[in-house]
């Protein structure tokens, strides 16, 4: 079974050089705090920021990578689909636009139950999306409310 933190380095792994690089960034201006403020000051400010970094960076991506790994497929019709304004580039590829996605999912040993998801999705796959297509998911044993589009 695998920690957050292996979920972290394995979502991390396939960020390329912008990742690290944010990573980087992101540890600097932690010493910077620590070093330039006074320690009751710096300690929990640079720590206030790292979790505010992990958590506006990586916690979705972190999540993502557990159901990819513990999910449970199913099948999923999309409900409805709209775009949320976000985008995502990494490195030199196309942007991938966010989205925001209505899904009735149909588990095999259960009933089909709603669920909503944020994803990035090329713009390329954004045409295949369309409501009432069925789509992969896989879905948290322990959290059905939770997916991600696989």
Same mark, same amino acid.
């Given at each position: 079974?695998?920690?957050r933190i292996g979920y972290f380095f394995k979502a991390i792994s396939g960020f390329g050089l912008g990742g690290? %690089?944010?990573l980087g960034g992101m540890? %600097? !201006?932690l010493a910077a705090v620590v070093i330039f403020v006074p320690p009751f000051v710096g300690i929990p400010v640079g720590l206030f920021c790292v979790l505010l970094f992990w958590f506006a960076m990586f916690k979705g991506m972190? +999540? =993502? +990578? #557990? @159901?990819?790994d513990i999910g449970i497929e199913a099948d999923a019709r999309i409900l409805s689909i709209m775009e949320? !304004? =976000?985008s995502l580039q990494v490195g030199?590829?196309?942007p991938k636009a966010g989205i925001d996605l209505a899904l009735e999912v149909r588990p095999k040993d259960r009933a089909p139950y709603p669920v909503k998801i =944020?994803?990035?999705i090329s713009v390329f796959d954004m045409q295949s @999306?369309?409501?009432? #297509?069925v789509v992969k998911v896989k879905y948290d044993p322990q959290n059905p409310k939770k997916a991600v589009l696989w």
């Open positions: 079974m695998k920690t690290w %690089i944010a540890f %600097i !201006g972190t +999540e =993502s +990578e #557990r @159901l990819n949320n !304004g =976000s030199g590829s196309l =944020s994803a990035f @999306l369309q409501p009432g #297509r």
